[in-house]
């Protein structure tokens, strides 16, 4: 079983940063990389960025490009989403999850790539 537990959500002005964390436990050893997704009231959840586990690769979503950045700390079994110049359209419930490798035939832009995911933390930008 693995349980991934995000955090650092809330309401900012336009403009402002935050860090979203996400904790695994439970059975992780085989994680290949994080993703973080997005997703708005009435609108398919997205990808927004990706970090292998044991590697540099990482991906963006095209909108966030610049302005996000992704880390992990792998002693600490958590992955980071780093917001800045946050925008009114980055107001969304945001979610991490966990690629395990096993469905490697999706992309890694694909929500059926990832196993595992947890339960949002919702990011509101609004002057």
């Known amino acids: 079983q693995v349980q991934l537990v995000e955090s650092g959500g809330g309401s900012v002005q336009p403009g402002a940063s935050l860090r979203l964390s996400c904790v695994m436990s439970?059975?992780?050893?085989?994680?290949?990389?994080m993703a973080w997704f997005r997703q708005s009231p009435g609108k398919e959840r997205e990808f927004v960025a990706s970090?292998?586990?044991?590697?540099?690769?990482?991906y963006f979503a095209n909108a966030v490009k610049g302005r996000f950045a992704v880390a992990r700390d792998k002693v600490k079994n958590t992955g980071y989403l780093h917001m800045s110049q946050l925008k009114p359209e980055d107001t969304a419930a945001y979610y991490c999850?966990?690629?395990?490798?096993?469905?490697?035939?999706?992309?890694?832009?694909?929500?059926?790539?990832?196993?595992?995911w947890g339960q949002g933390t919702q990011v509101t930008v609004s002057s």
């Open positions: 999850a966990r690629d395990s490798g096993q469905r490697f035939t999706n992309s890694v832009f694909d929500i059926g790539r990832y196993e595992d």
């Open positions: 970090i292998r586990w044991n590697a540099d690769t990482q």
């Open positions: 439970g059975f992780t050893w085989n994680t290949y990389a």
